[in-house]
């Protein structure tokens, strides 16, 4: 078999936990740039089930920041986004997306209003260049001031059902009381910083935000607070479970199953279009398309027969190349192999066959509903 | 450090081959398993089926990749190992035991002789990953 080799690779960016993961016997890898670790030790399976049934701490300082403060913070941001930023209260944060005149997505982001006049947009690593210059592209006569702060934040996801207990031993922020969705800003160990009752798992969980230069104390310190090494404890998590995780529970990634070449509606992710919230960047090309009605549609599948689907095989319906898989793994705690498809809309329905060419074999699957998995509350 | 048997042959893809009369067993190394983490599916040829050298077998995938498995050594499909369709994990746990893939008949048991051995693997493998 052929190996891909882990090599440093002096040229990629580092997070400020870079010599923690490989302390902790990390594989990293080149994640957009970004020198990352895919898996600890533990493997991927046994990282994926600890976030389900008790926790998991996730570096995810890659991800960008972008700092918008001014007066007319809120209504440029809404003229950029496709979600409806006047409806956040201070300490609220809000899936978007950023979209192009045609309403297909430049990125998907997270929207925190700090205070009415100061908003932080907190965007996916590998497009946050991307991102910045089409931000500052379209500051114009608005009275805000933008800053890209990527550099400045460490950010950490302690996610899965044991979280909240863990995370209350390092803070007086009474977690409980943040909603899912929600934000307050407080310190950690001591650490100044915001945490938030969100995450990218399909468990409850936080992100906390902090100085850069504090990320590898609020690291060890959460891994302790998590009784890390014991069966139950807290296990560091790298992006392959990032992925699993977010896969079961549905949420679609950037690059994979949204791009620029995939609108919101196509995307399912009509629910974040608020048509009627005011012009913004895409929001005619939009409505057009819901009138009409979208072509192609993302849905869940469930592979049943033997193989996994992957990324970028083609979907086949009654003989014929359909679609693309545009995410398609195993499954660690449903014990399945899964995957999200582009499919025609007239076979996007539960219960539709298809098959996908894994490699030369068409490999039956069946289209199912999303999310694949949802925990119980 | 990952464990290379002495009385095993070695390819510079990571299979390893043990001789068995005129019969080859053949699987991944410990240091491919550990490479490619948690192997969840192994998909073998059948019985019968026949492979020159270096041709790809079979894959197995873990959560993350598929990686194709080569034949260091040409032959036909005596047997697989059935038991890898539900525990594909054996690859992981004992990959030079009940993680073997194939056993496969040699056409010419003669190029084993030219496969590596497990100092000169270990050898291989220091090299690849410096």
Redesign the interface.
Known sequence: MVIELTATAPQLKQTPLNSAHRQLGARMVDFGGWDMPVQYPAGTIEEHLRTRNHAGLFDVSHMGEVDVRGVDAIAFVNRLTSNDVSKLVDGQAQYSALTTPQGTVIDDLLVYRLAGDHLLLVVNASTTEKDWEWIKSHHTGDSVELKNVSADYCQLALQGPDAQTILQKLTDVPLAEIKYYHFTPGRVDGIDGIVSRTGYTGEDGFEVYAAADRAEQLWNKILDAGDTGSPTGVLPCGLAARNTLRLEAGMALYGNDIDDTTTLLEANLGWICKLDKGDFIGREALAQQKQEGVKRKLVGFEVTERGIARDHQDVVINGERVGQVTSGSPAPFLKKNIGLAYVPVEFANVGQQIQVDVRGKLVGAQIVKTPFYKRAK | MANVPEDLHYSK???WVRVDGDVAIIG?TD??QN????V??V?LPKAGDEFSANEPFG????????????TPIAGVVAQINESL?DEPESVNSDPYGSGWMVRLKMSNPGEVDSLLTAAEYEDFTKA??E
Request: glycine residues 4%.
């Open positions: 893809d990571h299979e991944i240091y491919a490479s490619l983490g948690d969840v599916y998909e894959s197995v995938e873990s959560v993350k990749a598929v990686s194709e498995v080569f369709a690849e990953t």
